[in-house]
């Protein structure tokens, strides 16, 4: 089947939504390699966010719309996996931290994942542990989550997904409303994520620190293009 | 004291029910033969601040004119008649089912002649490059087109000054162009701006003034 | 102060909020007003902010007092005008008995709102409901105040379009008040969508069970309050039955 070398591949993808005449992406090509960080760029309402929808599998499985082409995780087609095995594979985090987080707590934020996986407690609580200190916020472990200011609320976000242990992230414009300290540790964070041999697609109209990716592509007129 | 003077805040405190945030002692004066920047880290309190102004939430004490007006003779449609304030979420300010009648309705309701409505709501239409759009519904427009939507039900009133809080955030370089370049139209027509905003290379280029909030209050002015 | 379980808190709530439906008498209404008051000053619930909500009530007891007074023939003129029994006993009762009852189900609700929504979630799942139906619950309470919240700010934003409120008909306040019917529903839904969708994303439903890393254990002061709420059903029914 696919390249061992690839985690996630797209082949000539091309996408529209129901409710819409015109067509968002033609033949987009798209191959991630292991380890790797991918950055992708692009001017709003050119449809990044529907793009991070197609690789998750959040289209077709909670948007539909007219797919042609094959998206695939492990060689594994994503339109046909239901969300339980993608989510232990592949994290994604949105823009607005307040819609992705929905408990009182951090603790209790990060334990939902792995609860509805059914770990058992000490599983459970290494996995808070861990997650809270792959992103530096041990001592946020018992705060109240609206307490927390946007950045910080978006490193709980990223945290709460690291709980699933995915071998690949998607961050969806993650800093786009934060400042400019918060977006250095989220992008800190990143970095340290690859140090972790994982693999990283971020997603924003403007990328500050394109250094920190491997490869950079570039999302216009229904195309995607490799600029790095 | 400066003769365009148009929102002034004198000695200003205010602090939020059961939070350790607090802005102490806030004066300034905003002008309008100004476009102001007013900046600072995100919790420094910008949106907070621009709130005040705009009479969204009370100060514990101080004094803030409007106008040589105090803002709390003023109620909040009094207020933005003279005040337009752009939120950060456009989808906010947006009320009606069409993109015509969302601009025209308040003029409607606080009894503006029927011709000068249209001929106003059309101009600012045309002028913000949305006319196409007039009978389309604005909750299923982009966030750009939105956001010029809610700024045309602003400028309708044709307020003395605006205060726009993170107008650039969503928009693309192109986009945050054309904004500046309106913003430095309405300007030279003697209206007065402040923009609450991280976007450092927008306000280079468009802003003659900056204000910068501290974290622990305090204003300082970088650059007049 | 003690922390009880959400579950016996739920019990404590549930019977004395039933005593306070049913009970017709008005001396056991008082015990009952009285109780669940002592309650939520044990549980550290927030009377203050409790009884700031019945401000309006209680000026409705004057209301319902006068109203029962004139069509209810009951009881002793206490007042009287042209004629018209403005203030009855009967009147009267009917009113402080409306303004006990309401009291009642307020103050335990403040008693419900000292735990976190994660701890009643638990709780309801370790009563054997359903673990869906128990965060359906515990986030739809959470959509109250976020739909209050956003009632209000549609609200000032609308004003704030240069909308003056003063000297206007009522046929343009109707108006005013179905614009804010767009954007407070499509701001909701959009939230509810996005919180699913992240729900979702992380495995929510995944399977049949789901484990819990928050353990909920009775204490020693949990059976003691079950056992109180118990005590205090099944005497103050009796009572009330008894006094019929």
Do not use: W
Request: hydrophobic content about 40%; aromatic content about 8%.
């Amino acid at each position: 089947m696919s390249d061992k070398k690839y985690i996630l591949t797209a082949e000539k993808v091309s996408f529209r939504y129901s409710s819409e005449k015109e067509f968002i992406f033609q033949d987009i090509d798209l191959n991630i390699s292991r380890g790797s960080i991918v950055a992708i760029t692009g001017k709003s309402g050119q449809g990044k966010t529907t793009l991070c929808y197609l690789l998750s599998g959040i289209i077709p499985r909670v948007y539909k719309g007219e797919i042609t082409g094959s998206i695939s995780l492990y060689g594994e087609n994503v339109s046909k996996m239901k969300a339980e095995s993608i989510s232990s594979k592949l994290g994604i985090v949105f823009q607005d931290p307040e819609t992705q987080l929905f408990m009182p707590e951090v603790e209790d934020e990060l334990a939902f994942a792995p609860e509805n996986f059914c770990f058992d407690r000490d599983e459970i609580d290494k996995r808070i542990s861990g997650s809270l200190r792959a992103v530096g916020i041990e001592n946020f472990r018992h705060h109240e989550t609206a307490t927390l200011s946007g950045g910080q609320k978006q490193l709980v976000t990223i945290a709460s997904v690291l709980t699933m242990n995915p071998d690949l992230l998607i961050f969806d414009e993650i800093t786009a409303q934060v400042d400019k300290r918060s977006k250095q540790a989220v992008m800190d964070v990143i970095s340290s994520l690859k140090n972790e041999n994982k693999t990283v697609i971020m997603v924003d109209h403007d990328i500050t620190s394109l250094e920190l990716a491997d490869e950079v592509y570039h999302i216009q007129n229904h195309k995607l293009s490799r600029t790095k | 004291m400066n003769s365009q003077t148009y929102i002034e805040v004198k000695n200003m405190s205010f602090c939020y029910p059961r939070s350790q945030f607090r802005l102490e002692d806030i004066s300034l004066q905003l002008n309008r033969n100004d476009i102001t920047a007013l900046v600072g880290e995100n919790g420094s309190g910008k949106t907070t601040l621009g709130k005040i102004l705009t009479g969204i939430l009370k100060p514990a004490s101080g004094e803030i004119q409007i106008g040589k007006k105090d803002i709390k003779t003023l109620d909040l449609g009094e207020i933005g008649k003279k005040v337009g304030y752009l939120f950060q979420n456009p989808e906010k300010q947006i009320f009606a089912a069409s993109v015509y009648e969302d601009v025209s309705f308040p003029l409607e309701i606080n009894g503006v002649s029927p011709e000068a409505i249209k001929d106003r709501t059309e101009s600012i239409l045309k002028e913000l490059e949305i006319d196409h759009l007039k009978d389309k519904y604005p909750f299923n427009l982009s966030h750009g087109e939105k956001q010029r939507v809610a700024l045309a039900g602003i400028l309708v009133n044709e307020t003395e000054y605006l205060i726009l809080d993170e107008p650039t955030t969503a928009l693309d370089t192109d986009r945050k162009e054309l904004l500046g370049r309106m913003l430095q139209k309405l300007h030279s027509q003697g209206t007065g701006i402040l923009i609450i905003s991280h976007d450092e290379i927008f306000i280079n280029k468009f802003c003659g003034r900056v204000l910068k909030m501290k974290q622990k209050g305090g204003i300082t002015d970088e650059k007049v | 102060m003690k922390k009880f379980d959400p579950r016996s808190k739920l019990i404590f709530v549930i019977a004395v909020s039933s005593l306070g439906v049913f009970i017709k008498d008005l001396y056991l209404l008082s015990a009952v007003t009285i109780l669940s008051l002592a309650a939520a000053q044990m549980t550290g619930g927030n009377i203050i902010r409790g009884i700031r909500k019945l401000k309006t009530l209680y000026a409705m007891i004057i209301v319902i007092a006068v109203l029962q007074s004139i069509f209810n023939n009951e009881g002793r003129v206490l007042f009287e005008l042209f004629e018209i029994p403005l203030m009855t006993t009967a009147g009267l009762e009917r009113g402080i008995e409306f303004i006990l009852r309401m009291t009642i189900i307020i103050i335990s609700a403040t008693i419900i709102t000292t735990s976190t929504s994660r701890e009643m979630i638990q709780g309801l799942v370790q009563l054997k409901i359903p673990y869906e139906i128990a965060f359906l619950v515990s986030l739809g309470i959470r959509f109250l105040p976020m739909l209050t919240e956003e009632i209000k700010d549609s609200f000032t934003a609308l004003k704030l379009r240069g909308v003056v409120l003063k000297n206007i008909s009522l046929k343009k306040k109707i108006r005013i008040i179905t614009y804010l019917f767009l954007p407070v529903i499509a701001g909701t839904i959009k939230k509810a969508e996005k919180i699913a969708l992240s729900m979702e994303t992380k495995g929510f439903r995944a399977k049949k069970h789901r484990t819990s890393y928050l353990i909920l254990k009775y204490s020693k002061s949990d059976y003691y309050l079950i056992a109180f709420s118990m005590i205090i059903l099944l005497t103050f029914t009796y009572l009330n039955n008894k006094l019929k």
